[in-house]
């Protein structure tokens, strides 16, 4: 995990014309992991919704929020974090060792460049608590086989399995429904299901076709989804209170709520978490 090799392998594959949902995030989130095609299409994005800076930013807060809830009160020590993106503060793996140092997380993304970034920041980690690997949400038997992946998580024991931000880059051609129960299906009893989702639910005034245009050069299309298209990828799960509700209304920190977007909007995001009977 620690040879540079794959650092320069991987950094060499980094296709910077071709926009990546990754380094849009990462540029909207501030970072500077980003390219001119990232930036260009995170601007349109703020074009159509003023908001979307901090509606990012909100996202980001309800996956620590979650992280938070599964590392102490569901007492999980293993996480399996797929389309993780490009690090930034309050990471999974910061998040749950600060509440259990012996939390295991292992990261998977498809973008070459968290790989370089992943690996570089847990340089610093304990060995055998954190990983990081290069594989495609779509492919689950690639992830679920990993050496890396199976070497970290004993997938007798409940593992959270956490979707942040990534299945609306999924197409209803690719089954993702599919894909998601697979996962589901390699986790026991107890383990959790951390997901949320891009909505259009609170914009009943734009355009799908608006929204997702930026992303049509992009490495993967964005599929905005309903709440009912949302949460029927818990299926056969039960529902952690509050439920499939805005992002922002997820166990709301005391201080935080809407007043982060202007003119009291909307996080257009979905995010809840459910345990396996």
């Known amino acids: 995990m620690h040879d540079p090799a794959p650092h320069l392998s991987a950094a060499s594959r980094i296709n910077t014309e071709i926009a990546h949902p990754a380094r849009i995030y990462d540029y909207l989130l501030g970072g500077k992991d980003n390219f001119a095609a990232d930036r260009e299409a995170a601007e349109q994005l703020v074009k159509v919704?003023?908001?979307t800076r901090e509606g990012v930013r909100a996202h980001r807060a309800f996956l620590r929020r979650a992280v938070?809830?599964?590392a102490g009160d569901a007492e999980l020590t293993q996480f399996l974090d797929i389309g993780t993106g490009i690090p930034t503060q309050g990471n999974t793996h910061e998040?749950?060792?600060?509440?259990?140092?012996?939390?295991?997380?292992?990261?998977?993304?498809?973008?070459?460049?968290?790989?370089?970034?992943?690996?570089?920041?847990?340089?610093?980690?304990?060995?055998?608590?954190?990983?990081?690997?290069?594989?495609?949400?779509?492919?689950?038997?690639a992830?679920?086989?990993?050496?890396?992946?199976?070497?970290?998580?004993?997938?007798?024991?409940?593992?959270?399995?956490?979707?942040?931000?990534?299945?609306?880059?999924?197409?209803?051609?690719?089954?993702?429904?599919?894909?998601i129960d697979r996962f589901k299906a390699a986790v026991p009893s107890g383990s959790h299901?951390?997901?949320?989702?891009?909505?259009?639910?609170?914009?009943?005034?734009?355009?799908?076709?608006?929204?997702?245009?930026?992303?049509?050069?992009s490495s993967a299309p964005m599929v905005p989804r309903t709440h009912a298209e949302v949460a029927r990828f818990f299926d056969g799960w039960e529902m952690v209170d509050p439920g499939l509700v805005e992002v922002v209304r997820w166990r709301p920190d005391e201080s935080a709520h809407q007043e982060w977007i202007p003119g009291g909007g909307h996080a257009w995001a979905y995010g809840g978490v459910a345990v396996k009977p």
Not at 99 to 128: C, K
Not at 150 to 165: N, Y
């Open 193 to 217: 299901l951390l997901l949320s989702h891009i909505t259009l639910d609170f914009a009943p005034q734009v355009r799908d076709e608006d929204f997702t245009k930026p992303y049509d050069k």
């Open 95 to 141: 998040v749950a060792q600060e509440i259990n140092p012996e939390a295991r997380v292992a990261y998977v993304d498809n973008d070459p460049i968290v790989l370089v970034h992943g690996r570089a920041l847990l340089q610093g980690n304990s060995p055998g608590t954190t990983t990081v690997i290069e594989a495609d949400l779509r492919e689950p038997e």
């Open 49 to 51: 919704s003023p908001g």
């Open 68 to 70: 938070s809830y599964l």
């Open 143 to 179: 992830i679920l086989s990993h050496p890396e992946i199976t070497a970290l998580i004993d997938f007798s024991r409940p593992v959270a399995v956490i979707l942040a931000g990534v299945l609306h880059f999924v197409t209803d051609e690719e089954d993702p429904y599919v894909t």
